[in-house]
């Protein structure tokens, strides 16, 4: 288990109160920003996420939920908060920390990007507001472990090279 504590990485709330938690870390062989770390993760957008948002917002939609139509792959080179990285709204930047959110009357979203040394963790935490959420992350729950951690390879990769 990551201690948090080691990761600069904010949550929503006490990891007993979420209704879904996931930390994961990756070992890099140099230093890079948090939104340098986001940048290479959605460069290159993989392109079954584009199926599974549009099926996100084909379903999600019937239930009042407005789309958010997957990654642009765009990089930036700096943020503020109250930009937007597509859906994401920015809370919070510092060379240590990005964190995101998406909040709706389902579900709050938390996705913080964050460094210590050459460790980047990405760690999102949710609290769903609903049965309709609750339902929502079964699915996305665990595709999201599976999608993080094949990002997070992608990453080191790219960086060593």
Not at 65 to 93: C, M, R, W
Not at 109 to 121: E, K
Not at 129 to 140: E, K, S, T
Not at 142 to 148: C, L, N, Q, S, T
Request: aromatic letters at 10%.
């Amino acid at each position: 288990m990551i201690n948090l504590a080691d990761t600069n990485a904010r949550i929503l709330e006490p990891v007993p109160e979420l209704d879904y938690f996931d930390t994961q870390s990756v070992q890099l062989c140099h230093e890079i920003t948090p939104l340098a770390a986001w940048n290479f993760i959605m460069e290159e957008p993989k392109p079954i996420l584009k199926l599974a948002f549009w099926v996100r917002d084909a379903v999600s939609g019937m239930f009042g939920v407005k789309p958010i139509k997957g990654f642009s792959g765009n990089a930036v080179q700096a943020v503020t908060v109250g930009d937007h990285l597509d859906f994401f709204l920015v809370e919070y930047s510092d060379e240590k920390s990005l964190v995101l959110t998406a909040r709706d009357r389902h579900l709050d979203v938390m996705t913080c990007v964050s460094t210590n040394g050459p460790t980047v963790t990405v760690t999102s935490s949710v609290r769903a507001h609903n049965w309709f959420g609750h339902a929502y992350m079964i699915p996305v729950g665990v595709a999201h472990r599976w999608i993080v951690r094949s990002d997070l390879k992608c990453l080191q990769r790219r960086v060593t090279k």
